[in-house]
C-alpha cells in the first residue's frame, strides 16, 4: 500500500511503513492491540495485499490476550470480556475477513485497573490486578480471586503501592513480572519511576533484574525473557540469571505492548505529555538527542539486528497504547464490539442441534455443551 | 377487595396501605422489570422503598439463594449478594448485587427464563421457537422446541413465551402460537396461544391470548394469561382455571407463600391491548389498561395489595421475588461498578506465594 494511504474512522487515522502490509501478511498473523481511553483495533490483510484495520469500542481496553486463534481476553475499565470466534458471513468473507470475534462472554471484575492479560491454552486467565498489586484469576461469584502478590508488599489491600504491571508466562514453568517498583509504601511507585523498576521471579517474587524506568510488558520468547523498558524507549533482554539487561533495540516512544512473530518483535508505543506519569524518563533526553517525536502506534523490530523495519502509527485523540497480541492463522478479523446494535441482533447457533430421538436433549443436567458445536454445521444469522 | 394507594415520595409510583408490610411479613423484596428501567421494590424501615435502576428490557429474572439472574433480549447476567452476610450499607442495603458474570445471547431475544438443578440457565426464545441454553461460543444451545415446528429458525413459527421450572427441570412452557411459520402468530393471537409441556411434548391446553410467565408452585401450573389479564391455575384435568382478572396485560408471575405477584403493562397506545380479549374488556368499559404491582392471595383470588406506577407506555415483562429487605442492584455497565469490587478480604499473599502452583 502506499505510504498515506490510510484506514479511515471518526477522528481516527492511521499510517503505516510501505512495507507494514506486506510484512504481515509473510506472517500468516494478525495483530490486535488497546488503546485506551476507549479503542481495540484488528489489523490484518485484505485479499489486495493492503492493510486492513478494524476497530471497536470498549470502556479503557488495555490488556490483550489471545488464546489459540479462536479467542480474544480483553481487561476494560470494570470487566474482563471473553471475544470468541464466529463465522462471518458471505459478505464479509468475500471481502477476505476470516474471522470474526464477538465479545460473548463477561466477567465484571469492578475497577482492578487491569492491566497485563495472559492466557494458557486451557483459557486459564491470570491477569495483573494493579490496583491491589496482585496478580489474580477472574471468579464466578466475586471480582476476583488473588492468586500472587509480591513480597515487597506487606499486606492484600486496596491500593496501588508497586504498579505491578506485567506478567510473563509460557507454560514451561516460569513466570515474571514487570515493576515499576519493588516498595510498598503508598502509591511509592510514583518516586521511583526513574530507575526504580524491576522485573521479578514468579512465585519467589524475587528481583532477577532492576534499574528500569518504569519497566512493562515481560514476555516469554523461546526461554527469553524480554520486556520493555518503557521508561527509555527500549526493547530489552533479560537474563535472570545474572541480572543483566540488554538493549536491544530504541523506538521513539514509551514502549509498552508486546509480542513476537517469527524473528520479529512487535511492540506498542505511546505518546508521553510534558508533565505526566510517562515524562521526566530518560526517555525525554533520548528523543531529544535523536530529535524525535513520540509516535502513539506499533514498531516492528528485527530482533536479529534491533532495527525498526516496519510501523503503523495512530493519529487520534488518544495518547497511549497499552497491548498488542498476534492472532496466528488468521489473515484478516473483524470484530463485533458492544456500542452498536448488532451485539444485540447477531445470533450463532448450531442449527441442527436438537435431536428429536434423544430423550435428553432438553435436560440441560445430563449433556454437557459441546465445546465442538462451532466446528459443525454452524449458522450465522445477519441482523 | 378494592385497595387504596399511597403515593410514594422517592419514585412515581403509589402502593397500597401495608404493602411495606406484607413484605416485612414475608422477608422478601420484589424485582420487576420495566421498559427502561429495573425497579426494586424494598423496605427502609418501615417504609416502602421503590428504588429504579437504568436497565432497559429485563424480562427474564430468577432468584437461587442469594443469586439474581436476569435477562434482556440480548444478555444474561448472573448477580451475587457481594455485602457480607448480615451487614448493612450505609443507605440501608441488606445486599448488593453486583453482575459477576455476563453472556451475549445477541438476537436470540431471550424473554424469560428459569434456574436448572445444575445452576445452569433456561432461556425461552420466542424468535426461534425455542428453549436453549448457554454455550461457549455461541450465542445459545437450543434445548428443545415444539414437536411441530420443522427447523430452527428465526421466524417467530411457534413463539416460545416462557418457561416453567419444576424441580430444577425444564417442564413446561407457554407459546404465542402454535403453527410453523404457514400464518405469523400475531394473525391468531387472541386463541393461538398454549401450554406445552416439554417432557411429553404434548399440548395442555390450547386456545390461549397471549399466555405467559409459566411457573410451578405448590404442585400446579400457573401462568399468566396476558390476553385476558387472568392469572390462571391449570387443574388436575387440565383445564384453566382464572385465578383472578385484572384490568391491564398481565405479564410477570412470582410466588410469596400462598401469594403470587403479577406485573401488568400499560400503554399509550392501544396496540398493546387491541384485537385480545382483554382489550375488548377495558373498551366496553372505556377503561385503559393499568400498570404495576399486584399481590393476589391464591386461596381466595382476592388483590391484597397494588403497586401502582403513573404514565403509561413502559410494559412490564417480568417479576420476581429475592430474599432481602432492601437490595442494590446494579447494572452491568454502570460506572458504580468502578467501586464495587468484592473480593476475599482474608486472602494470605505468604501462604498463596508459598503454594502458587507455576504457571
Redesign the interface.
Known amino acids: 500500500m502506499a505510504d498515506d494511504e490510510a484506514p479511515q474512522s471518526a477522528g481516527l487515522s492511521l499510517t503505516a511503513s510501505p512495507g507494514f502490509a506486506a510484512w504481515l501478511d509473510a506472517r500468516d498473523a494478525s495483530l490486535t492491540f488497546a488503546t485506551p481511553p476507549s479503542k481495540v483495533f484488528f489489523v490484518g490483510v485484505r485479499p489486495d495485499g493492503a492493510l486492513g484495520v478494524f476497530e471497536r469500542t470498549f470502556d479503557k481496553a488495555m490488556g490483550v490476550a489471545v488464546q489459540g486463534s479462536e479467542h480474544v481476553w480483553l481487561g476494560t475499565r470494570t470487566h474482563l470480556w471473553r471475544m470468541d470466534s464466529v463465522p462471518v458471513g458471505d459478505e464479509a468473507a468475500a471481502e477476505g475477513f476470516d474471522r470474526c470475534f464477538v465479545p460473548l462472554r463477561a466477567h465484571t471484575t469492578g475497577y482492578l485497573n487491569t492491566h497485563d492479560v495472559t492466557v494458557d491454552d486451557d483459557g486459564d486467565v491470570v491477569f495483573v490486578a494493579t490496583r491491589f498489586g496482585c496478580l489474580a484469576r477472574p471468579s464466578d461469584r466475586v471480582s476476583f480471586e488473588p492468586v500472587w502478590q509480591p513480597p515487597w508488599l506487606e499486606r492484600f489491600e486496596q491500593g496501588d503501592r508497586c504498579h505491578l504491571n506485567g506478567y510473563a508466562r509460557d507454560g514451561s514453568g516460569r513466570a515474571y513480572v514487570s515493576s515499576v517498583s519493588d516498595t510498598g509504601g503508598m502509591e511509592s511507585w510514583r518516586d521511583r519511576r526513574n530507575g526504580g523498576g524491576v522485573i521479578a521471579e514468579v512465585p519467589s517474587g524475587e528481583v532477577v533484574a532492576r534499574g528500569f524506568s518504569m519497566p512493562h510488558s515481560p514476555r516469554l520468547r523461546d526461554g527469553e525473557l524480554w520486556c520493555c523498558n518503557s521508561g527509555s524507549g527500549n526493547l530489552c533482554r533479560v537474563d535472570p540469571a545474572t541480572g543483566e539487561v540488554e538493549e536491544i533495540a530504541f523506538a521513539p516512544g514509551f514502549l509498552r505492548g508486546l509480542c513476537f512473530l517469527d524473528g520479529y518483535a512487535v511492540v506498542g508505543s505511546s505518546r508521553p505529555r510534558e508533565g505526566d506519569l510517562y515524562s521526566g524518563l530518560p526517555l525525554d533526553d533520548a528523543l531529544a538527542k535523536a530529535n524525535l517525536k513520540p509516535r502513539l502506534g506499533l514498531f516492528v523490530i528485527e530482533l536479529a539486528t534491533g532495527k525498526v523495519v516496519e510501523w503503523l502509527f495512530v493519529d487520534g485523540p488518544m495518547r497511549e497504547l497499552f497491548d498488542v497480541a498476534a492472532i496466528p492463522g488468521v489473515k484478516r478479523p473483524m470484530a463485533l464490539g458492544l456500542v452498536a446494535d448488532d451485539i444485540r441482533t447477531a445470533v450463532f447457533y448450531a442449527s441442527a442441534s436438537i435431536s428429536r430421538d434423544d430423550d435428553s436433549a432438553w435436560r440441560p443436567a445430563v449433556e454437557e455443551p459441546t465445546a465442538e458445536a462451532s466446528e459443525v454445521d454452524v449458522a450465522a444469522v445477519a441482523p | 377487595m378494592s385497595v387504596g394507594l399511597v403515593r410514594l415520595e422517592n419514585f412515581e409510583v403509589e402502593a397500597s396501605e401495608g404493602f411495606a408490610g406484607w413484605l416485612a411479613e414475608h422477608e422478601v423484596s420484589l424485582i420487576f422489570g420495566r421498559a427502561e428501567n429495573l425497579m426494586v421494590v424494598g423496605r427502609h424501615g418501615d417504609e416502602l422503598r421503590v428504588d429504579p435502576v437504568t436497565m432497559p428490557m429485563v424480562g427474564g429474572l430468577a432468584v437461587e439463594g442469594r443469586r439474581l439472574v436476569l435477562s434482556n ?2 444478555q444474561v447476567w ?1 448477580y ?1 449478594d ?1 455485602l457480607a452476610a448480615g451487614t448493612t450499607t450505609d443507605a440501608g442495603h441488606d445486599a448488593v448485587l ?11 431475544g431471550i424473554i424469560d427464563i428459569g434456574l ?3 445452576g ?1 440457565v ?1 432461556m425461552a426464545s420466542p424468535r ?1 421457537s ?2 436453549a ?13 415444539p ?1 411441530w415446528v420443522g ?2 429458525r ?1 421466524e417467530e413459527r411457534s413463539p416460545v413465551s416462557g418457561v416453567g421450572v419444576r424441580d ?3 417442564a413446561t412452557v407457554t407459546l404465542f402460537g402454535c403453527g410453523d411459520g404457514e400464518v405469523p402468530w400475531r394473525e391468531g393471537r387472541a386463541t393461538g396461544g398454549a401450554v406445552v409441556d ?2 411429553t411434548d404434548e399440548v395442555v391446553a390450547n386456545g390461549l391470548a397471549v399466555p405467559t410467565s409459566p411457573r410451578w408452585h405448590d404442585g400446579r401450573l400457573w401462568f399468566t394469561h396476558s390476553g385476558t389479564g387472568e392469572l390462571c391455575v391449570i387443574d388436575d384435568d387440565d383445564s384453566v382455571v382464572p385465578v383472578v382478572g385484572l384490568p391491564t396485560l398481565l405479564r410477570g408471575l412470582a410466588f410469596v407463600g400462598p401469594y403470587a405477584v403479577v406485573g401488568g403493562s400499560a400503554s399509550r397506545s392501544d396496540a398493546l391491548v387491541e384485537g385480545l380479549p382483554i382489550g375488548d374488556q377495558l373498551a366496553e368499559r372505556d377503561a385503559r389498561p393499568e400498570q404495576g404491582l399486584w399481590v393476589v392471595d391464591t386461596r381466595s383470588g382476592e388483590v391484597v395489595h397494588r403497586l401502582a406506577i403513573e404514565g403509561t407506555g413502559r410494559e412490564i415483562h417480568g417479576v420476581v421475588a429475592y430474599p432481602a429487605r432492601r437490595p442494590q442492584v446494579f447494572g ?2 454502570d460506572d458504580e ?9 482474608s ?4 501462604a ?3 503454594s ?1 502452583a ?2
Do not use: E, K, N
Open positions: 433480549p440480548y448472573t451475587d457481594g453486583l453482575p459477576y458474570r455476563g453472556v451475549v445471547t445477541g438476537g436470540a436448572l438443578a445444575d445452569s433456561v426461534f425455542c428453549l441454553t448457554t454455550i461457549d461460543g455461541l450465542s445459545f444451545r437450543p434445548l428443545w422446541m414437536r427447523a430452527l428465526p430444577g427441570v425444564a416439554v417432557v452491568p455497565h461498578l468502578q467501586t464495587l469490587v468484592a473480593y476475599d478480604g486472602w494470605d499473599p505468604d498463596a506465594r508459598a502458587f507455576r504457571p
